[in-house]
């Protein structure tokens, strides 16, 4: 084994579950060497933006920086996928801290769930009917009654995912800000959402639960039948990603505001 060293990182290698994915990952493996996940200063993620998510979620608690290659479709969380010259590439890297969304759930049974997300914590109506709901920021109320297909609350880093597809507003690294967005607002129609300081804390109360089943989603983990959902920043965790200097997160959110 290498020893650790800053033009040395031990490397961990993960990828998607595709072809092309398996066999980088191999190549690299044999090129570069090969540490397991907890013992290595970076792990390389080789896939698309769902497979960063998920390594972002597996690494959670050690916090080790990822450096994530495009072998997926869109690639928004990752840099080129280029064999040659990794570790001078690491080395080089600019360094993002992003902060995840903690979700805490109660559902119709009383039970409690407990789920982080990178993107966004959405809530969506499980049958035909619209969901109904109340908002509130920081213990006061702000919508007593929206009727809607769902809700959601996104990082800066998910703003031009979901949300954006919500026609929620792309936010910019740095600014300290999440987005409130309604999914399809019935009722009041014109309400558009709401930009938040980043230390807020949202309650979401479902109000028709039985007549009207909402499940809530935290990226990728789902609880059925809630009745309330609070969302705050996880302020006691953070994740590093790395970026080719030309390939910068920040540049990239920014570029989505001016996107054709």
Not at 130 to 148: F, H, K
Not at 230 to 257: C, G, N, S, Y
Request: glycine share 6%; aromatic share 4%.
């Amino acid at each position: 084994m290498a020893a650790r060293s800053p033009s040395n990182p031990r490397l961990a290698f993960v990828s998607a579950n595709t072809p092309a994915a398996r066999a980088a990952r191999k190549a690299l493996e044999k090129r570069y060497g090969s540490a397991t996940t907890a013992e290595a200063d970076v792990v390389v993620a080789l896939g698309g933006d769902g497979l960063m998510l998920q390594t972002l979620h597996r690494n959670m608690r050690r916090r080790t920086p990822i450096f994530g290659m495009n072998l997926g479709t869109v690639g928004f969380l990752l840099n080129q996928y280029r064999a040659a010259g990794l570790p001078a590439r690491i080395k080089k890297a600019r360094h993002v801290t992003l902060t995840p969304l903690r979700m805490v759930t109660i559902d119709t049974r009383g039970r409690r769930h407990e789920a982080m997300a990178i993107n966004e914590v959405s809530l969506l109506r499980s049958t035909r009917q619209t969901a109904r709901i109340a908002l509130a920021v920081d213990g006061e109320e702000r919508m007593p009654d929206l009727y809607c297909d769902g809700i959601m609350v996104a990082t800066p880093a998910g703003s031009t995912a979901y949300n954006l597809s919500a026609h929620g507003p792309i936010i910019p690294l740095g600014t300290g800000l999440l987005a409130l967005t309604p999914i399809n607002a019935f009722r009041p129609r014109r309400w558009r959402g709401a930009l938040l300081p980043h230390d807020s804390t949202v309650d979401i109360m479902v109000l028709d639960p039985r007549k009207r089943p909402v499940a809530a989603t935290a990226d990728s983990a789902e609880v059925s039948n809630v009745v309330k959902v609070t969302v705050t920043e996880a302020q006691d965790i953070e994740l590093t990603l790395l970026f080719d200097p030309e390939h910068d997160l920040e540049e990239r959110i920014l570029k989505e505001q001016f996107a054709p």
